[in-house]
């Protein structure tokens, strides 16, 4: 089929390419775009407490305002606010309110507003929408930042606003100016890396040029599933697709030209050479997008609709990439035959590779030696893993210099934590019936008395006095830990046990949504991970025809993700002492380390089946499959950790962790796994791998001898130059 494949790009290029550009022409011009959303009750299911509180909410206090925002206000010289002050702050609210900006309808503040330290003032900025993720709202935020500048003019005051709209609007620009950065820095670094690999300009810039249409033709199909299945994207997906894109394109774009450049060195002509290309590693592609792809829709069993709508967002791309890799990329290189490694003449004959055949020779030699230590390696970084911490405190991740977060803990010198966002307690009545008065002030009292809650306002009851509403400020921030801990447990626990008789209590708010998310991940942690294992050991046999090599690749990739996680514990938590790692990075490593990770495992095994397969005896082959495969490995390995890399000059740690864990397993992968431990584990195992099929059984006898003769001499060859 593959070569069938090839045939028809090769022979076919201009019908291919065509093709190609009127796709993603189309797709560009008519597709829609991604909706996305950063409310997280919107990705969580319906049984969860805080959905059901805000369900509850919208149907029982339709018109209640809420604040979208909070402008924190205090002295330029961090004084006490006099009484000139606080009329000065009146004013400002004042002005900031006659702006009428889109979706603000009131500003208020007032004495009660001033911190007990009398530090610090605040403005409550109501918003005539209950939702505060409404688009509109960060773009009214930013306007009236602007606005109040002007009205401090003449005072002793400076003002920052903060809360959800504030925060959402310094996220967006944040993750804005990220995603530009990712872009070039990204763009940059394949370029660099290509033109030292194959010191070939055109080489360096066709591969960029083939991803930007495989990506304008991913995010049409991805903006057309989304609009036809109502899937939403988080608004983190931008700067991942990006970098998933280009790094895993680029792999697959290796794998196939240094196949192509190989056969060109054993005389074939560049279309004979093209097709066989896409012949023999056509298979070794499609099961390496395959092993991503049904890694990424196992997504899909999340609990949380954030991870949901990830999953097949990547698997979209990932399968594009992969069918560009076998029509798109061998039709461009067929017009250009050997004129796309001008200047380089490295594709006429063969380089020594000294490194490659070394390690070859190694493995070949002392399996079983650096079969131990790989795995003595693999071990040692693993035991990291014991210490991680999930974070949920996003703010902690974003920049601090953020005005929203500035003002946070400007706020935090004068009020509780969570004075910008508090839980919110909701007591329903059963049967329908109005709530006894004295029974909810009582209640309050209850939930005042919960260690670790500041103040409980007095309850806002609906129309028909059958559902009361608590504000109920925490002492920590909305989404520090703490927080979350205790809205998901002893708040949550007081409220349902100190429910009068014939009434149900709901604790939500932001801790409590985080709590939630929190029990969603760990659902996630038990079924994602063995059903994407699972999946990805089924295409693993269903390429090596073999029930044990996928066992030992499986396993020996566990370790990989084990070494991972625990070396980015050992570097953020324990070297530069941050409080914990984001809670969906078990995942995220587990997804792309093992899946794309298992893509340099596939080719080197798929590479050792081919020698084998040739008739050259066992320890030949390790050697021969290495030192053919590691220059393809590592180039790929370096590239693409690269990619992943690049995200570590971003300014949100979330990013930054990210970024190394993944580069770091990415490598990982690439020179411990793929280049020592799996040859030769599979060396050790000799015909037993291959069980219960003979895959290893020889194919080709009469080329065989010839082969193996060629690469006796030629190691006699380079032994002789080595000794000179």
Do not use: C
Not at 282 to 292: D, K, L, N, P, R
Not at 373 to 402: I, Y
Not at 483 to 489: K, N, R, S, V
């Amino acid at each position: 089929m593959f070569r069938r494949v090839g045939r028809f790009a090769v022979h076919r290029p201009w019908l291919t390419i065509a093709g190609w550009i009127i796709a993603a022409v189309a797709l560009a011009m008519l597709a829609p775009g991604l909706k996305s959303t950063t409310d997280e009750t919107e990705f969580l299911p319906s049984h969860y407490e805080s959905v059901r509180v805000g369900k509850l909410q919208q149907k029982a206090f339709p018109q209640t305002e809420q604040p979208a925002a909070i402008a924190v206000f205090q002295r330029a010289d961090g004084g006490k606010l006099s009484p000139d002050d606080q009329r000065d702050i009146a004013k400002v609210a004042a002005g900031l309110e006659s702006k009428h900006r889109e979706k603000i309808g009131k500003v208020v503040t007032g004495p009660q507003a001033v911190s007990p330290n009398g530090e610090i003032a605040l403005a409550n900025i109501i918003a005539t929408t209950k939702n505060s993720y409404d688009e509109k709202l960060p773009d009214s935020v930013k306007k009236l930042r602007e606005d109040a500048k002007p009205l401090l003019k003449d005072t002793h005051l400076k003002m920052g606003i903060t809360g959800q709209a504030a925060s959402n609007l310094d996220s967006q620009e944040s993750s804005g100016d990220t995603d530009s950065m990712i872009m070039m820095a990204t763009l940059v670094l394949i370029v660099v890396l290509l033109l030292v690999i194959f010191r070939s300009p055109l080489i360096a810039i066709l591969p960029v040029l083939i991803i930007g249409v495989v990506f304008s033709v991913a995010l049409g199909l991805i903006g057309t599933a989304a609009d036809l299945g109502g899937m939403k994207a988080d608004s983190s997906i931008s700067a991942i697709l990006i970098v998933v894109l280009f790094g895993v394109g680029t792999d697959y774009i290796l794998f196939l030209l240094f196949r192509y450049r190989e056969h060109l060195r054993n005389g074939q002509e560049p279309k004979q050479a093209l097709v066989d290309a896409v012949a023999k590693v056509g298979e070794t592609i499609a099961s390496a997008a395959g092993a991503v792809i049904v890694a990424f829709l196992a997504l899909l069993l999340s609990t949380m609709g954030m991870m949901r709508a990830m999953g097949p967002s990547l698997a979209i791309s990932v399968a594009v990439t992969l069918v560009a890799a076998l029509t798109l990329v061998p039709a461009v290189f067929s017009l250009l035959g050997t004129k796309a490694f001008w200047p380089s003449k490295a594709w006429k004959k063969a380089p020594r590779n000294r490194f490659a055949n070394a390690v070859g020779g190694v493995v070949a030699r002392r399996p079983a030696l650096v079969a131990v230590l790989s795995t003595a390696v693999l071990a040692v970084l693993a035991v990291g893993t014991f210490s991680f911490r999930a974070e949920f405190d996003t703010s902690s991740q974003m920049p601090q210099k953020l005005e929203s977060v500035q003002a946070m803990k400007d706020m935090q010198r004068g009020f509780s934590a969570g004075q910008s966002d508090p839980a919110m307690v909701y007591l329903k009545s059963k049967d329908g019936s109005r709530l006894d008065k004295a029974a909810l002030e009582t209640y309050r009292a209850r939930l005042e008395a919960v260690e670790g809650v500041g103040k409980a306002a007095p309850a806002v009851t609906n129309p028909d006095g059958s559902v009361a509403q608590y504000s109920v400020v925490l002492k920590y921030g909305p989404t520090a830990d703490k927080a979350i801990a205790l809205a998901g447990g002893p708040l949550r626990d007081n409220a349902h046990k100190a429910a009068p008789a014939g009434t149900e209590a709901l604790v939500g708010g932001t801790s409590a949504v985080l709590s939630d998310v929190k029990d969603a991940v760990a659902h996630d942690y038990r079924v994602v991970f063995p059903v994407a294992g699972l999946a990805i050991m089924i295409i693993l046999g269903l390429l090596l025809r073999s029930l044990v090599a996928p066992l030992y690749l499986m396993i020996a990739v566990a370790l990989g993700f084990g070494a991972t996680l625990g070396s980015t514990v050992w570097l953020f938590q324990d070297y530069k002492g941050e409080s914990g790692l984001l809670f969906m990075l078990p995942v995220i490593v587990y997804l792309f380390v093992v899946a794309i990770g298992t893509d340099y495992n596939i080719l080197m095994v798929a590479r050792l089946r081919e020698e084998v397969r040739r008739g050259i005896p066992p320890r030949e082959a390790i050697r021969t499959a290495v030192a053919q495969s590691a220059p393809t490995i590592a180039s790929a390995a370096i590239i693409l950790a690269g990619t992943f890399g690049v995200l570590m000059l971003a300014d949100n740690s979330m990013l930054q962790q990210m970024g190394f864990a993944v580069a770091f397993g990415i490598l990982l992968t690439a020179f411990v796994m793929a280049m020592l431990l799996v040859p030769t584990v599979t060396s050790l195992l000799g015909h037993k791998a291959w069980w219960p099929g003979h895959q290893d059984a020889p194919r080709q006898p009469a080329v065989a001898a010839q082969a193996q003769g060629a690469n006796t001499v030629t190691w006699h060859k380079e032994g002789e130059e080595a000794r000179r």
